[in-house]
């Protein structure tokens, strides 16, 4: 912006390396104009923000803000190059390279606008995404930062290019006939981002989920376009590629409405057959008391006859959302069932021989008395339907606590 002839003074014309003095004092002026606008523009920023936000929200909008001065710097400076330069009556060539200079630190300072602008944007969508149930939200919000940011740079480069009077189309072209090169060099990426859109589509687990793949086990932390992560229980971070998830068989434990307790817990032979009786259905009597079981279904039973114990299944399902809650449950479970042997007086077995001797050297072997062949079916007949010794029904000692819709 040269001084009107008529008001400059002659030294006003004199030059130092080839630049007048005016130009000089024109450049200072473009300096005072950018940092001026810049103030502006961040204030005006910072004042909406704090007229329209309080609390955790404005925190969260200023630190936001403040990701915009850099990008906001460099367009203002950018444009005040391109409008207020040619003012300076500087050569034309000069002129020419200083707009070419400013156009790609514009095109820069737009990318880097858009960049943040893109961070905002998911910022606030996952705040939004947090308050939901749903963690769909959660996962494919980096995916949604990751496509908008790759084609931001891909406009930008194209036009960064094209001011640098590279033929765009002619580069297109060529990298349409290179394509085919280009896919079968990267048949395993091109896979992986198939095996992507394919966990996106069909979505056999999301981020949060304990999921089982192979022999990789552990907590999704993160699932992108070409692998996904999963956390360990070592606390190693595992990256699997996304064909690999595809192909697998992923078992997800995450998705578990109820989460099974199976165990058999064997008792001394000399508890007698009403401590066992008593034993079932108080174990059952806890799983009907218990909020944290499923008291629509489960199994209490004498099992077996084991080779040192008494063997009762106990088979029942836990209502927990982590692995903490279950554990947390079984142990409050395991506990009871504890109490429950010492009040009725019931030991747990351990494994145990019996070395029977059936006659010290020197003295003959002794044998019990078998009933005569008469009492033997005498025996046999009380077993039998019309006999009153077996129990051919569960014959219970309390209301028994079974899982049928009867019991109360």
Not at 174 to 182: R, S, T
Not at 232 to 259: E, K
Request: glycine share 8%; hydrophobic share 45%.
């Amino acid at each position: 912006m040269p001084i009107p002839l008529f008001l400059a003074p002659d030294w006003f014309k004199d030059e130092y390396l080839g630049i007048e003095i005016e130009q000089f004092i024109g450049l200072g002026v473009l300096v005072v104009i950018a940092a001026a606008a810049q103030t502006l523009a961040v204030q005006l920023l910072r004042l909406y923000v704090r007229a329209r936000y309080e609390g955790t929200d404005r925190d969260f909008w200023n630190r936001e803000r403040r990701r915009l001065n850099r990008a906001l710097f460099g367009l203002v400076v950018a444009v005040t190059l391109l409008v207020g330069f040619p003012s300076l009556d500087f050569d034309a060539d000069v002129e020419d390279i200083v707009a070419k200079i400013a156009t790609l630190v514009a095109a820069g300072a737009v990318v880097l606008l858009a960049f943040r602008a893109i961070d905002i944007l998911t910022d606030v969508l996952a705040r939004r995404a947090a308050l939901t149930e749903s963690r769909a939200d959660d996962q494919l919000i980096p995916l949604l930062k990751t496509t908008l940011k790759g084609l931001v740079i891909v406009v930008g480069a194209l036009f960064v290019l094209s001011n640098l009077n590279v033929n765009v189309t002619s580069l297109v072209a060529g990298l349409g006939l290179g394509g085919l090169a280009i896919a079968l060099a990267a048949q395993d990426t091109i896979r992986n981002l198939l095996g992507g859109v394919t966990i996106f589509a069909d979505r056999p687990f999301q981020v949060g989920d304990w999921v089982v793949v192979d022999d990789i086990e552990g907590t999704v932390e993160h699932v992108g376009f070409r692998s996904s992560r999963v956390r360990t229980f070592y606390n190693s971070l595992v990256t699997v590629p996304n064909a690999r998830m595809v192909d697998s068989d992923v078992d997800n434990m995450g998705l578990r409405r109820w989460r099974r307790y199976k165990t058999t817990l064997g008792l001394t032979y000399h508890t007698s057959t009403d401590q066992i009786q008593a034993f079932v259905e108080g174990v059952r009597a806890m799983i009907r008391a218990n909020p944290n079981m499923r008291r629509d279904y489960y199994i209490v039973e004498f099992h077996g006859f084991g080779p040192s114990s008494l063997d009762v299944l106990v088979y029942c399902f836990i209502d927990a959302e982590d692995w903490n809650a279950e554990l947390r449950t079984r142990h409050v479970f395991n506990l009871d069932i504890m109490r429950l042997t010492e009040e009725l007086g019931i030991e747990f077995a351990f494994p145990t021989q019996t070395v029977h001797v059936a006659a010290l050297p020197g003295q003959p072997q002794a044998f019990p008395a078998a009933p005569a062949r008469g009492e033997l079916g005498e025996i046999v007949e009380r077993f039998s339907p019309e006999g009153s010794a077996g129990q051919r029904v569960d014959t219970p000692i309390t209301p028994g606590y079974d899982n049928t819709p009867s019991t109360p």
